[in-house]
C-alpha cells in the first residue's frame, strides 16, 4: 500500500490554466504538508494542515489555496498558473508535528508552458 | 530570515572512502537537525536526525552537531555506488523544516 500518493503524476498545462493537484495519506497521520522544489532542487514548504486547520501559510501567492477535506486528505489548486510555478510539487505527512515521521509523496512535476 | 547553507557540489568520492557533506544554519535557536536523501527524480527519504551535540552514529552513516558553530554535517563510511544522490539538510524551526539546497554526491566505482 502506498503510505502517501499524490495525482497527478505529471502536469502539462498552458500559463492562465486553473489546475488541482490531490494528495492522500493511509498512514493515520494528523499533519500534512505541501512542499515546492525548483528546478535547483530547492525544497520550501508551502503549507500545512494539522486535523484539517491550516497552521502553517509561508509566502505563497494567493492564486494558491490548499484544502483538506479531512486529516487523510489534502489538495492544492492552482489559479492562473504562471511559468514559474513550474516544479515538482510534494505532499508530505507526519504525526503531529514529529518531523522526524514525516513521509513524502512521490511528487507531482507540474510544466506550465 | 532562516536559511540552510550546503555546498551543492557535487562531491565525488571513490567506492569504499568516507563522504562527508556538511551544512550550517543561520539561528542558533534551533533544536532539530535532519539529513534527507533524494535520488533523481524521487522523493526525499529521511536517513538521519540529531537533536543533541556530538555524534550519532547509523550504520555506514553518521551525523554529527555543533551548535556553538551552528554546523551539522552527515560522514558516509564505505561510500558505496547507491549511495550516488543529493543529500538535503534540513532544520526544524517551530513546525517546519528549512531545506538546503543539497550536495550532489557521486560515488565512483
Known amino acids: 500500500d502506498t503510505a502517501v500518493s499524490q495525482t497527478p503524476k505529471y502536469l502539462v498545462t498552458q500559463m492562465g490554466n486553473d489546475k488541482s493537484i490531490k494528495c492522500e495519506q493511509n498512514?493515520?497521520?494528523?499533519?500534512m504538508y505541501w512542499y515546492k522544489q525548483d528546478s535547483k532542487k530547492f525544497l520550501k514548504i508551502m503549507f500545512s494542515?494539522?486535523?484539517?486547520?491550516?497552521?502553517i501559510n509561508e509566502t505563497v501567492p494567493n492564486r494558491f489555496s490548499p484544502k483538506s477535506p479531512d486529516k487523510a486528505h489534502l489538495n492544492l489548486h492552482i489559479n492562473s498558473l504562471e511559468l514559474g510555478d513550474s516544479a515538482v510539487y510534494f505532499c508530505?505527512?507526519?504525526?503531529?508535528?514529529?518531523?522526524?515521521?514525516?513521509?513524502f509523496g512521490p511528487g507531482t512535476r507540474l510544466l506550465v508552458l | 530570515q532562516k536559511e540552510v547553507e550546503q555546498n551543492s557540489g557535487p562531491l565525488s568520492v571513490p567506492e569504499g572512502a568516507i563522504a562527508s557533506l556538511n551544512c550550517t544554519y543561520s539561528?542558533?535557536?534551533?533544536?532539530?537537525f535532519f539529513w534527507y536523501r533524494q535520488y533523481s527524480g524521487k522523493s526525499p527519504e529521511l536517513i538521519m536526525f540529531?537533536?543533541?551535540?556530538g555524534d550519532k552514529e547509523d550504520g555506514r552513516f553518521t551525523a554529527q552537531l555543533n551548535k556553538a558553530s551552528q554546523y551539522v554535517s552527515l560522514l558516509i563510511r564505505d561510500s558505496q555506488p547507491s549511495d550516488s544522490a543529493t543529500y538535503l539538510c534540513?532544520?526544524?524551526?517551530?513546525?517546519?523544516?528549512?531545506f538546503g539546497a543539497g550536495t550532489i554526491l557521486r560515488v565512483k566505482s
Open positions: 508530505a505527512s507526519s504525526q503531529d508535528y514529529e518531523v522526524e515521521t514525516q513521509y
Open positions: 494542515y494539522n486535523n484539517k486547520e491550516l497552521i
Open positions: 498512514l493515520g497521520h494528523d499533519t
Open positions: 540529531i537533536y543533541s551535540n
Open positions: 534540513a532544520v526544524q524551526w517551530g513546525n517546519k523544516l528549512v
Open positions: 539561528d542558533r535557536g534551533s533544536q532539530s
